[in-house]
Structure formats: structure tokens, C-alpha cells
């Protein structure tokens, strides 16, 4: 008979493109006792679980809520819920989940775009201007921060660009939200998702969203229902809204730990956040350039919560990444697509974003090149 013994996980220092590591206060929430989804203590959870949504958010949207599945779900219902067959979406491919895009869109029945760049780059406005003068589109969609490059997506001017042409603009704030601005009311960005487990510190399973009037007036204009119930935001709404009509069972523990995540951000207040964040990454750039390890995205267009670095010539990138995991107890991550076995994926982000975890990686990462 096979023994099967009690979990016991190793404390791993996570600085990849996600998870973060969780905070331990989310953790200690997570453990607080179970209740139903419909009992009053839950439902009070709920509330503020959007209420502090919508502060990281920077919104007053009324719809905005948590979908109960990862980040990638996120995508898929801000996609879903607005795309009909035929209808015309531009997307900004600047990397892996700039396609993700393009597919799970295309699966839905859009005569999909792509306006597609190298990785490492962004999209310039007049690019998009270009492309609707030319053509309008009912969705523009981008990446906000391109987990797969380690590039920043400026949007404000093309938020503004996308609406003088008629469309709906919808970002993906994956690897941003919580660890840089984010102004979805000021941006006017009218569709945007996200995931708990990167700068919220929080485990995955949960994927934020939050529409605008403007997009929920196209939602509910749609010829026929959205063809995925569960991502349906109209039923979700009635959920999280003030009927409260059962729709699922929500993922209790994983909403308390989302609760105390996003509680932390108001704690530390959005500009003391975004300035920590900054303020370790710069500090990760400034020891790869004085190691003489060039970075893959100019600084102007560099993302503080992910950074790319590129593999010296004549380094193994498995061998460095397996020593540190096992040496150190610290995760990065490889490339892939096209950039497997160019670059390091490096996340500071949420309660990962700590000088002390900055100067260990740097020092971990010196002491095992110089062994090479």
C-alpha cells in the first residue's frame, strides 16, 4: 500500500512571469474557515472584493468583478462577450499572448487582424490610425504589458484613437495590474482583465475584469447570447450584482485571499506601489548592465514588473535556471516561442518586487556565471 505523506512544498523565492509569491497575509486569509456562497459574511466579502477592484482598476465601473478561473479565462470572456460572427477585431501582437488573442478571438467568429511588430517592440498609434482609417474594427484588443518580452504597451493615445473610429478598446492588464498605472476611466478603455496570482500577490484562479457602459450597451445588444455560459457576463453580473441569482459555486478561500491581496494594494497606496515596483527593477537593470548582460527591451518601453535579459553567448540557460531553483531556492523562468533559450523571464511583482530578493538574484546569478 502506497504511504502518501503530508504536503510539504518547498518555500521557493518565485521570480518568474507568475506566480508571484503570495503574501503571507493572503495566505492566512485563504485559511480562514469556509462558508457558503450565499451566506451574508460571503456576500459582504463580495462587495468589497469589487469595491478594492475597482480601486486597482483606478474605476467607477459597475461590472467589475472577479471571473472564478485563471488569467486566461479573463481573456476569453473579455473576448467572448462581444464578438459576434463576422465582426471585424484588430489586434496588437507584440508577443505569445498577443496570438493567444488572435486565437481564442478567431474561435469565436471574428474576421480577426493583426498588426504585429518584433518582440521586444510596441505598436505605435499612427500604426493603429493607419489600420482602422483603412478598415474599422468593432475591438481593437493589446497587451498592456507582454509577459513573453518584457515590453510596456503605451495605450492612452490609442484608446482615444480606437474610439474616434467607433470601436471598443480592450487591454489586457495580466502583468500590470497592481504593479503599474493602470487608469481605466481615465484611459477610457472599455474592456480590461487581469490575473490574481502576478502583482496582486495572490494564488492563481481568479481573473479580474471590469467593462464600461459603453461595452456593456454592445453586450447587451448582442443578436444572440454569448455561446459560453460560464463566461457569460450577464449571468455573472445577476451573481455579483445586487440580485445575487446563483450561477456557480464560487471559489470561497481563493476570493478571501483575493480580498486581502487587493487590501494590501490600498494599504500601500497605488503611487507608493508603482513607485517600489520601479524602484527594484531599476535597481535588477542597474546589476545586469554593471555584469555586462544586455537587456532585450530598451528602457523607454521596458516593463518594471517583467524583465528579459538575454542569455550570455555560450551560457546553458537549463543548467543556470536548475541551479538556481536548487542552490538558491529561486525560480526564473526561460523564453520560448521565439525567444526559447535567448532570454531570462525575470518577475518582480507584487510581494516578489523586495530589494532583498533583487541583490539574492544578482548575487546567485554572478557567483553561477563565474563558475561556467
Request: proline share 6%.
Amino acid at each position: 500500500m502506497t504511504n502518501y505523506t503530508d504536503l510539504n512544498t518547498s518555500e521557493r523565492i518565485l521570480l518568474g512571469p507568475g506566480p508571484s509569491t503570495a503574501h503571507p497575509r493572503v495566505l492566512r486569509a485563504m485559511a480562514q474557515p469556509l462558508v457558503g456562497h450565499l451566506d451574508p459574511q460571503f456576500l459582504k466579502v463580495m462587495d468589497e472584493t469589487q469595491e478594492l477592484l475597482r480601486f486597482v482598476f483606478q474605476t467607477e465601473n459597475e461590472l467589475t468583478l472577479p471571473i472564478s478561473a485563471t488569467g486566461s479565462a479573463g481573456m476569453e470572456a473579455a473576448l467572448c462577450n462581444f464578438i459576434e460572427p463576422g465582426d471585424e477585431v484588430l489586434i496588437g501582437v507584440i508577443g505569445y499572448f498577443g496570438e493567444r488573442l488572435c486565437d481564442m478571438a478567431a474561435r469565436y467568429g471574428a474576421n480577426v487582424r493583426k498588426l504585429e511588430k518584433p518582440w521586444g517592440e510596441v505598436i505605435d498609434p499612427a500604426e493603429i490610425e493607419a489600420e482602422l482609417k483603412a478598415k474599422p474594427a468593432k475591438i481593437v484588443a493589446m497587451v498592456h504589458a507582454e509577459t513573453s518580452t518584457g515590453a510596456w504597451q503605451p495605450v492612452e493615445e490609442i484608446s482615444r484613437i480606437v474610439h474616434n473610429y467607433g470601436g471598443l478598446f480592450l487591454l489586457d492588464c495580466v502583468t500590470s495590474l497592481g504593479g503599474l498605472p493602470v487608469k481605466i476611466d481615465e484611459w477610457e478603455v472599455d474592456i480590461a482583465y487581469s490575473a490574481a496570482q502576478k502583482c496582486l500577490s495572490c494564488p492563481p484562479g481568479l481573473a479580474p475584469l471590469t467593462i464600461n457602459d459603453r461595452a456593456r450597451e454592445v453586450m447587451c445588444k448582442r443578436k444572440k447570447p454569448t455561446s459560453n455560459w460560464y463566461l457569460d457576463l450577464c449571468l455573472l453580473d445577476n451573481y455579483w450584482g445586487d440580485v445575487r441569482t446563483y450561477h456557480h459555486t464560487a471559489p470561497i478561500s481563493t476570493i478571501f485571499a483575493l480580498r486581502e491581496g487587493l487590501r494590501l494594494a490600498y494599504e500601500e497606496g497605488l503611487e507608493a506601489r508603482f513607485k517600489r515596483h520601479r524602484k527594484n527593477a531599476e535597481l535588477l537593470w542597474a546589476g545586469f548592465e554593471a555584469m555586462g548582460i544586455e537587456l532585450h527591451v530598451p528602457v523607454e518601453i521596458r516593463l518594471p514588473t517583467l524583465t528579459t535579459p538575454r542569455i550570455p553567448d555560450g551560457v546553458d540557460d537549463m543548467l543556470v535556471r536548475k541551479r538556481l531553483l536548487d542552490e538558491y531556492n529561486v525560480e526564473i523562468a526561460g523564453g520560448f516561442s521565439q525567444l526559447a533559450g535567448q532570454v531570462w523571464r525575470i518577475g518582480l511583482m507584487g510581494y516578489s518586487s523586495r530589494r532583498e530578493n533583487v541583490t539574492l538574484l544578482l548575487a546567485a546569478l554572478k557567483e553561477i556565471l563565474n563558475s561556467v
